[in-house]
């Protein structure tokens, strides 16, 4: 689809009161991403000439989050044809095919949106095209009337609709293709005499009609249609987002122990042969090479796994954590924007932050890189092949030189020379017998005290 042919209309500003939240509604999150950002990755891979998006007063965070698209205000919530009347403007001298859709309808998908134009762009050319579904409860929706030959000929708002128009089981979504030529005039002469007292995007069907123009339907998916109004709806497009990307991961070559355990987010990457294990969760910004092993109850964000790499169980990748070819990270070791070498190793309790870690080296368990001194963050290279005992601290700024060893329990806090043994601790004293001195004491103790007691029995029992 070329640029010139399609531009879409996105309605975002709605106030969404039943999710109860500070946070607009549209930019409540779906995999790792705002919900209208889902909907316009969709919308852009149609490659549109333009893309509007209407928002509500006083939502900046909403127009920062939908650019460089622009966001147009509508002032007063007066209904859905009002809204996409506010973009109007955008659309001046477009004669293409015009998308209407909603931002908290986030899941249809681009194979939806295709078929949806294809019907508008062939034979009778209608005006308008209208997405339906067939929901299991059809609940308030407004309902799609259809005549003897197939074409939609109104649609019908729940409230407004009779007992025989209630019984109709296919329903609006509220997504629709316009003529571009006709959408100006159509939009503009839409009323308010209904129920609500409000302007519907839907009564552009009857007017299409009324002035002998072709109007048609295009049936979608539930689950990619169904709107997002609640936190308990909101859980389920996630549920819905989850299963389509574990499958793709699984198609694409990668394992999961468990599927239903592990969460991905929108942009993770893994690569093939990659194994999963169970209650493993992929932030934003995940990029995992193939041949990579990530074992149970790991957390990743923003990270890089090169090949042949092992993670967890139990581990935690922060954002800036690139782990090499062969690295070995394990449980309970944390890593903050740290590379870890080719075949380096920390293998438990450990956390490196701000850190270089060489190929070959090993860290040792209940090692810290003392990176953050309470104003600023200061960086630890590990020179390759490097060996760092149980319990160091490494007080960053400091450099571990190449084949270096550093002394369990040390803290370090100046460079250390490659090949050096580094080794910081007070000098072991000794007492010859004392242990055994000791425990022949407390059981003397013991002994008198017991002693003690029984002979306080007998004198009571004398009495």
């Given at each position: 689809?070329?640029?010139?042919?399609?531009?879409?209309?996105?309605?975002?500003?709605?106030?969404?009161?039943?999710?109860?939240?500070?946070?607009?509604?549209?930019?409540?999150?779906?995999?790792?991403?705002?919900?209208?950002?889902?909907l316009l990755s969709t919308v852009e891979r149609l490659n549109p000439a333009r893309i509007a998006v209407v928002i509500g007063p006083d939502m900046n965070d909403v127009a920062a989050a939908v650019a460089p698209h622009p966001a147009i205000t509508q002032h007063e919530q007066l209904g859905t044809a009002h809204a996409a009347?506010?973009?109007?403007?955008t659309l001046r001298g477009f004669a293409g095919d015009v998308l209407v859709l909603y931002a908290d309808s986030p899941l249809i998908t681009q194979e939806s949106l295709e078929r949806l134009l294809a019907v508008r762009r062939a034979p009778p050319y209608p005006a308008v095209v209208v997405l339906g579904f067939r929901p299991a409860d059809p609940a308030e929706y407004g309902r799609l009337v259809i005549k003897a030959d197939g074409a939609l000929e109104r649609i019908v708002e729940f409230r407004d609709a009779n007992a025989g128009e209630r019984a109709i089981t296919l329903c609006n979504s509220g997504v629709m293709s316009f003529d571009g030529a006709r959408i100006a005039s159509l939009l503009g002469r839409i009323g308010n005499s209904n129920a609500k007292k409000e302007y519907y995007l839907t009564d552009a069907v009857g007017l299409a009609r009324a002035e002998g123009l072709a109007c048609a339907y295009v049936e979608a998916p539930t689950e990619e249609l169904l709107g997002i109004n609640s936190r308990a709806e909101l859980a389920a497009a996630e549920a819905t987002v989850q299963r389509k990307l574990r499958a793709h991961a699984m198609a694409n070559g990668a394992s999961m122990t468990a599927p239903e355990t592990v969460w991905l987010s929108h942009d993770t990457r893994l690569g093939q042969d990659v194994s999963i294990g169970p209650n493993v969760v992929f932030g934003p910004g995940v990029v995992v090479a193939d041949h990579v092993e990530i074992r149970a109850f790991c957390h990743i964000e923003g990270a890089h796994i090169e090949?042949?790499?092992?993670?967890?169980?139990?581990?935690?990748?922060?954002?800036?954590?690139?782990?090499?070819?062969?690295?070995?990270?394990?449980?309970?070791?944390?890593?903050?924007?740290?590379?870890?070498?080719?075949?380096?190793?920390?293998?438990?309790?450990?956390?490196?932050?701000?850190?270089?870690?060489?190929?070959?080296a090993n860290v040792g368990a209940g090692t810290i890189t003392c990176n953050y001194d309470g104003f600023s963050?200061?960086?630890?290279?590990?020179?390759a092949g490097a060996f760092i005992g149980s319990n160091a601290a490494l007080v960053a700024p400091v450099k571990i030189g190449r084949g270096a060893i550093v002394g369990a329990g040390s803290v370090i806090t100046r460079d250390v020379a490659p090949d050096a043994l580094a080794l910081e601790r007070a000098r072991q004293g000794e007492v010859p017998n004392w242990a055994a001195n000791f425990r022949a004491q407390k059981e003397a103790e013991s002994a008198g005290k017991e002693s003690a007691k029984k002979k306080t029995k007998r004198d009571s029992r004398s009495r």
């Open positions: 689809m070329t640029k010139a042919n399609i531009a879409a209309v996105i309605l975002a500003a709605g106030k969404g009161t039943r999710m109860k939240s500070a946070c607009p509604k549209v930019l409540h999150p779906i995999a790792g991403q705002p919900m209208v950002r889902h009347l506010a973009a109007i403007d090949s042949g790499a092992v993670i967890g169980p139990f581990a935690r990748l922060r954002p800036g954590a690139a782990i090499g070819e062969n690295a070995h990270i394990g449980n309970f070791v944390e890593v903050k924007n740290a590379k870890i070498g080719e075949g380096a190793k920390a293998n438990h309790l450990t956390y490196l932050g701000d850190a270089r870690v060489g190929a070959g963050k200061y960086e630890t290279d590990i020179g």
